[in-house]
């Protein structure tokens, strides 16, 4: 059976392949079990974007249970699907749905290093791209469960907003680095512009017409961007054909769920890679809300920002 042939040899970490030990194995750390060859790429990505962003990075695998509310194929996935969470510099979160789940002592819910997990997994040239190679055992280190800044939401009970063009966030990072560059100290970006709300999404519901209490329409009313930020326009409902301006333009609707989205998101958005550089112009991020949290569903991936600190808070 296929192996990672340079797993033992950084960070003290180790792994193995069907079972098979390999150099650097388990001294009573953590380990993550990871059950195909696309689980074992992307965790490898998201870990090594992470540590690029902040050495100190964390990395949170939470299993899920058969039937999660919010996995539109949930009644076909198998076992050993995961949450993994990526934290960032910027306070939100990134998350990746992958086949990986914890692989010792029965939790499913566990903390440790982003670099050992980048070291174990290897560079991505060398993550072998045959199906036997897995299920694989990643010996990740020490649990750092403790050093977790807050928690993260659960599933089920979110309410999509809308969809707004990815392109929308990436000329808001572009402009905001550009601000950066005048601004920024030896603190880093400046938490003024960090905390700023670039971007207010708007959506509607049918009122007693659609059957479906709460459910969204097929487009937003509406959408605002932050004057700072955007220069002072609003990017409304007429930027997309078919769109109305406003909640309450048009008979039969109400005022629906409102998201309000800081730089924070943004760049945590666009750091970790989850949409393109250059997005074509019906690139969508898909924008929910649950109570003080807010989600941004990008391509690649998902950021989950709330209310508070800069961090997430319990």
């Known amino acids: 059976m296929a192996t990672m042939s340079d797993a033992g040899a950084r960070g003290g970490s180790g792994a193995s392949a069907g079972g ?57 996935r198998p076992a050993g699907v995961a ?27 566990v903390v440790v290093r982003a670099d050992a997990v980048s070291a174990v997994t290897g560079d991505a040239r060398s993550v072998p791209q045959i199906d036997a190679a897995v299920p694989m055992t990643l010996e990740c280190g020490a649990a750092a469960d403790s050093s977790w800044p807050g928690s993260v939401p659960v599933d ?3 309410t999509v907003v809308d969809a707004v063009p990815a392109g929308v966030f990436r000329d808001l990072e572009t ?22 709300k670039v971007l207010t999404v708007r959506g509607a519901r049918l009122a007693d017409t659609s059957g479906n209490e709460g459910g969204l329409t097929a487009g937003a009313a509406g959408r605002e961007r932050g004057a700072t930020a955007a220069a002072g326009r609003e990017r409304g409902a007429t930027a997309a054909a078919g769109r ?17 989205i800081s730089m924070r998101e943004v760049f945590a958005l666009c750091a970790m ?34 209310e508070g600190l800069g961090v997430l808070p319990l």
């Open 175 to 196: 402009q905001a680095r550009g601000v950066a560059k005048e601004e920024s100290g030896p603190q880093g970006l400046p938490t003024s512009l960090l905390d700023q």
């Open 244 to 260: 109305e301006v406003g909640p309450t333009a048009a008979a039969g609707r109400e005022v629906g769920p409102v998201a309000e």
């Open 83 to 109: 949450r993994v969470w990526a934290t960032t510099p910027f306070g939100p979160v990134a998350c990746r749905t992958m086949a990986i789940s914890p692989g010792r002592g029965g939790r499913d819910d």
């Open 20 to 76: 098979a030990s390999v150099a650097g194995a388990s001294t009573g750390g953590e380990s993550l079990v990871v059950h195909d060859v696309a689980a074992l790429t992307n965790l490898g990505v998201l870990a090594r974007k992470a540590v690029a962003l902040d050495a100190q990075a964390l990395i949170r695998v939470r299993a899920l249970p058969a039937g999660s509310p919010d996995d539109l194929v949930a009644a076909s």
């Open 273 to 306: 890679g989850f949409i393109p550089v250059k997005p074509s112009t019906d690139e969508p991020v898909r924008v929910s809300v649950k109570g003080r949290w807010r989600r941004l569903d990008g391509r690649f991936g998902s950021v989950y920002a709330s």
């Open 156 to 158: 089920g009970g979110w």
